[in-house]
């Protein structure tokens, strides 16, 4: 499985940068996908996940939603991130993966993701 995240770079506060990612070796049309970031020196975060059909959508923090958009072209194996209104603290690295349920809602699962994509956010 190979995943290839892209669209990162140098945002200022306030801006918006849309990521894509492509996954190629896997049936990418039938797995849940998401995003989760990892700051220098934290621990990785989720981001948000979404179905196979795009019909259910759960983000892993309040903090993100209303500013992050997720979306999926099953015909391009094909994930994106629409990330709105970007503060400092957005600044990280990006990478997709697999999902999985937990409970109460569809989480990161960390099976496979790419080398990521930097995303900086500064003025």
């Known amino acids: 499985v190979q995943a290839v995240e892209s669209g990162g770079g140098l945002a200022q506060p306030g801006g918006s940068l849309r990521l894509s990612c492509t996954v190629s070796?896997?049936?990418?049309?039938?797995?849940?996908m998401g995003w989760f970031r990892q700051a220098a020196g934290k621990k990785r975060e989720g981001i948000v996940c979404?179905?196979?059909?795009?019909?259910?959508?759960?983000y892993s923090s309040d903090s993100m939603t209303g500013r992050f958009t997720i979306s999926r072209d099953n015909a391009k194996n094909t994930l994106y991130l629409q990330m709105d209104t970007l503060k400092p603290e957005d600044t990280a690295m990006y990478y997709c993966?697999?999902?999985?349920?937990?409970?109460?809602?569809?989480?990161?699962?960390?099976?496979?993701y790419g080398q990521g994509t930097q995303v900086t956010v500064s003025s």
């Open positions: 979404i179905t196979d059909d795009g019909g259910t959508i759960t």
């Open positions: 993966t697999d999902c999985a349920w937990y409970s109460d809602g569809y989480y990161p699962d960390y099976n496979f």
């Open positions: 070796g896997i049936r990418f049309a039938t797995l849940t």
